[in-house]
């Protein structure tokens, strides 16, 4: 760990007022081997890096205009998945945790991370020996959810406890199937979130909603990861320009919402808030 900070990290919950955040570029992005439930629809069709530089561009063009500074991570040929910056590191507090990648053929993305880190003076937690990833950790003040998946397990559950002793960690639980809680679930305001009720059990569900007013993602706009939607604060959030219902339900409850085509990118899993790693917001 450092013992020096230039940068000011902290991050306390999912819609605070974002101010810089780390992307990478789609550059090799490619299905070649199948590591989640999205992808196996798409092999046979592949992803055009083209036309996924293109959707991340505008995006980054986009957060640039709702004056977010934008870190953008080297991108690697041998890693594939580097856009989905979330999985790597997590902001609890002020403290910047890099995490233990479960998939091998992500094994390797957090070092690129740890060299932003270490080039630009930035203490870090590095997480070893848990499998836990960025997409199943939502932060909403002093309650830390994080969802067992099979990307992030119980022991790492446990060891987050230990190590943020003020905090609340409560676990969810939800279907295999789906790669990450922010898949299913996401934080958008003190009192709400979005959700998708099939993946969760009955005792989740009234978990969830002894905290929040939950609204629920259909079916076919979860496919296009409806839930994973990114604020940036001040109640602008971006979203998936094809999921209508969703991007309605927004609307109507006084939100900004922000409709980016990423229909390339989410062939691979993820969509806003997986591409997207904040490291500050106030």
Same mark, same amino acid.
């Given at each position: 760990?450092?013992?020096?900070?230039?940068?000011?990290?902290?991050?306390? =919950?999912?819609?605070?007022?974002?101010?810089?955040?780390?992307?990478?570029?789609?550059?090799?992005?490619? /299905?070649?081997?199948?590591?989640?439930?999205?992808?196996?629809?798409?092999?046979?069709?592949?992803? *055009?890096?083209?036309?996924?530089?293109?959707?991340?561009?505008?995006?980054?063009?986009?957060?640039?205009?709702?004056?977010?500074?934008?870190?953008?991570?080297?991108?690697?040929?041998?890693?594939?998945?580097?856009?989905?910056?979330?999985?790597?590191?997590?902001?609890?507090?002020?403290?910047?945790?890099?995490?233990?990648?479960?998939?091998?053929?992500?094994?390797?993305?957090?070092?690129?991370?740890? =060299?932003?880190?270490?080039?630009?003076?930035? *203490?870090?937690? =590095?997480?070893?020996?848990?499998?836990?990833?960025?997409?199943?950790?939502?932060?909403?003040?002093?309650?830390?959810?994080?969802?067992?998946?099979?990307?992030?397990?119980? *022991?790492?559950?446990?060891?987050?406890?230990?190590?943020?002793?003020?905090?609340?960690?409560?676990?969810?639980?939800?279907?295999?199937?789906?790669?990450?809680?922010?898949?299913?679930?996401?934080?958008?305001?003190?009192?709400?979130?979005?959700?998708?009720?099939?993946?969760?059990?009955?005792?989740?569900?009234?978990?969830?909603?002894?905290?929040?007013?939950? /609204?629920?993602? @259909?079916?076919?706009?979860?496919?296009?990861?409806?839930?994973?939607?990114? *604020?940036?604060?001040?109640?602008?959030?971006?979203?998936?320009?094809?999921?209508?219902? /969703?991007?309605?339900?927004?609307?109507?409850?006084?939100?900004?919402?922000?409709?980016?085509?990423?229909?390339?990118?989410?062939?691979?899993?993820?969509?806003?808030? @997986? @591409?997207?790693?904040?490291?500050?917001?106030?």
């Amino acid at each position: 760990m450092l013992l020096e900070t230039r940068t000011k990290i902290a991050c306390n =919950n999912e819609y605070d007022t974002l101010k810089k955040v780390i992307v990478c570029d789609p550059k090799y992005m490619t /299905i070649r081997e199948v590591i989640n439930e999205t992808q196996k629809h798409y092999k046979e069709d592949n992803i *055009s890096i083209d036309i996924a530089m293109k959707q991340h561009k505008k995006f980054v063009e986009l957060l640039k205009e709702q004056n977010v500074e934008v870190i953008n991570l080297p991108s690697l040929k041998k890693y594939h998945e580097q856009v989905f910056t979330r999985d790597i590191g997590f902001v609890i507090g002020e403290i910047i945790f890099v995490a233990n990648m479960a998939n091998e053929a992500r094994i390797g993305e957090e070092d690129i991370l740890k =060299n932003y880190l270490e080039g630009d003076v930035i *203490s870090y937690y =590095n997480l070893i020996g848990d499998q836990i990833e960025g997409g199943d950790v939502l932060i909403d003040g002093r309650n830390i959810y994080i969802g067992l998946s099979n990307r992030t397990n119980e *022991s790492a559950v446990h060891h987050m406890q230990k190590l943020l002793p003020r905090y609340t960690i409560i676990p969810i639980s939800f279907k295999e199937k789906y790669l990450h809680l922010d898949c299913v679930f996401n934080i958008i305001s003190p009192h709400e979130a979005l959700y998708y009720p099939e993946a969760f059990d009955e005792g989740t569900l009234k978990e969830l909603k002894n905290h929040y007013d939950l /609204i629920p993602v @259909c079916q076919s706009e979860q496919f296009s990861l409806g839930t994973n939607v990114f *604020s940036v604060g001040n109640k602008k959030i971006f979203s998936l320009i094809t999921n209508k219902k /969703i991007n309605t339900a927004l609307s109507e409850r006084g939100y900004s919402v922000i409709e980016v085509e990423f229909s390339e990118i989410i062939k691979s899993g993820g969509s806003f808030r @997986c @591409c997207t790693l904040p490291i500050l917001r106030k």
